[in-house]
């Protein structure tokens, strides 16, 4: 007799309706099945497979007593297949190689964001102790991942230092937001007790990313609700320390999940709101503010090709002379990031497509001359 399918078999009574119920019989016999196979595929651990296990055995002995098409089997087969779908895409024991090359990984870098050299020191001095100890072979010996901190203001570039180093290590990148978060059970995850519970960021990213030692960025911490507060960094007390976050239990999964592989970083755009228990388990890096002479690199080099891209411009048909970007990257007075620049280069990025649109041009050449017909008043 097949373990999942609970010992409920057809009477064999004939007649078009005894038909349909057979039929709607067999394919909720099938789904149980299925939930079985899932279960015995997956790479998961010993005594967590055996807890599935008999959850569907317990699924399949009551759809027997109380019926396919009662509401107790219905929500319980619902409860316990999006359980099983979760637990089942974990990647338990699933990880991406690492790029172990230095000078590629510096190129990344270099490519991706202008200036901070502190700041890919700081990296770079990390992928080196790895490479070292990967060439000699002591993989036991391979540094814990540091848990980095980007703290400056707006526009500073932190994000996409993030971004960069996942791209620089070959991993995959996934974003939690922590801006106007409001409950640690966002994290955490809730109980299966409540109704339409699931799991919280962490267990979401990590499905989504499909490996254990993905670049998870937690982003703006600072920016906690006030009432949650205290509740979110005590959890994240547990997520950043390396000693506990070995079996990170989410309220949903109710099965440690370990994440000493994971690569956290961290950005703030100050440390005023964060709990001294999560800074100590920071290593605090300051992104500097942007100069104009940097600016005006990041935006020739960086933004305007990617911007007239996007704006659907080619490359011939907007022109911007290298005197003219004095006038752009300060239109309205000194910012510290690049968030107004790149605002002010879509705009004259715009103008320019509706002037090609409407005819009046071909090219557009934008001079010191004509630049405020370009810029936002």
Same mark, same amino acid.
């Given at each position: 007799m097949d373990p999942f399918d609970g010992g409920q078999k057809s009477n064999g009574t004939g007649g078009q309706f005894i038909g349909v119920q057979q039929n709607k019989q067999d394919i909720a016999s099938d789904q149980i099945r299925r939930l079985g196979e899932k279960v015995e595929k997956a790479d998961l651990p010993f005594d967590l497979r055996q807890n599935l296990i008999e959850r569907v055995q317990r699924l399949a002995l009551l759809r027997a007593s109380a019926g396919y098409l009662s509401s107790t089997y219905i929500i319980e087969y619902e409860s316990t297949a999006s359980y099983i779908n979760w637990v089942v895409s974990l990647p338990w024991g699933k990880v991406s190689q690492d790029i172990l090359d230095l000078v590629l990984a510096k190129s990344v870098l270099d490519k991706n964001?202008?200036?901070? &050299?502190?700041?890919? $020191?700081? %990296? =770079? *001095?990390? =992928?080196? !102790?790895?490479?070292?100890?990967?060439?000699?072979?002591?993989? $036991?010996?391979?540094? #814990?991942?540091?848990?980095?901190?980007?703290?400056? =203001?707006?526009?500073?570039?932190?994000?996409?230092?993030? %971004?960069?180093?996942?791209?620089?290590?070959?991993? #995959?990148? *996934?974003?939690?937001?922590?801006?106007?978060?409001?409950?640690?059970?966002?994290?955490?995850?809730?109980?299966?007790?409540?109704a339409d519970a699931e799991p919280g960021y962490i267990i979401k990213k990590l499905v989504h990313a499909q490996t254990k030692n993905c670049v998870i960025l937690l982003d703006e911490l600072d920016r906690i609700s006030q009432d949650a507060r205290s509740d979110i960094m005590g959890v994240l007390v547990e997520l950043l320390d390396p000693e506990q976050n070995k079996s990170f239990t989410d309220h949903y999964i109710?099965? &440690?999940?370990d994440l000493s592989e994971v690569l956290f970083i961290a950005t703030a755009n100050n440390t005023t709101n964060i709990a001294t228990a999560v800074l100590d388990r920071l290593e605090i890096l300051q992104m500097p503010s942007y100069t104009d002479a940097e600016k005006i690199v990041i935006g020739k080099d960086y933004l305007f090709a990617k911007i007239r891209s996007q704006v659907g411009l080619s490359d011939g048909q907007l022109i911007i002379d290298d005197g003219v970007w004095s006038g752009i990257i300060r239109p309205l007075g000194f910012d510290s990031g690049i968030r107004s620049l790149e605002r002010t280069i879509e705009g004259?990025?715009? #103008? !320019?497509?509706?002037?090609?649109?409407?005819? #009046?041009?071909?090219?557009?050449?934008?001079?010191? *001359?004509?630049?405020? *017909?370009? =810029?936002?008043?």
């Open positions: 964001h202008h200036g901070a &050299p502190g700041i890919k $020191d700081r %990296i =770079l *001095e990390y =992928l080196a !102790s790895i490479i070292l100890n990967a060439k000699q072979n002591k993989i $036991d010996r391979i540094v #814990k991942a540091p848990i980095l901190c980007l703290v400056g =203001l707006a526009g500073t570039g932190k994000t996409t230092f993030a %971004i960069s180093v996942a791209e620089a290590l070959g991993r #995959k990148f *996934e974003r939690v937001p922590f801006g106007g978060m409001g409950d640690a059970r966002s994290l955490r995850g809730q109980s299966r007790a409540l109710d099965y &440690p999940f004259v990025c715009r #103008k !320019s497509a509706r002037l090609i649109v409407e005819g #009046k041009t071909q090219q557009v050449h934008v001079t010191n *001359e004509n630049l405020k *017909e370009f =810029l936002y008043a």
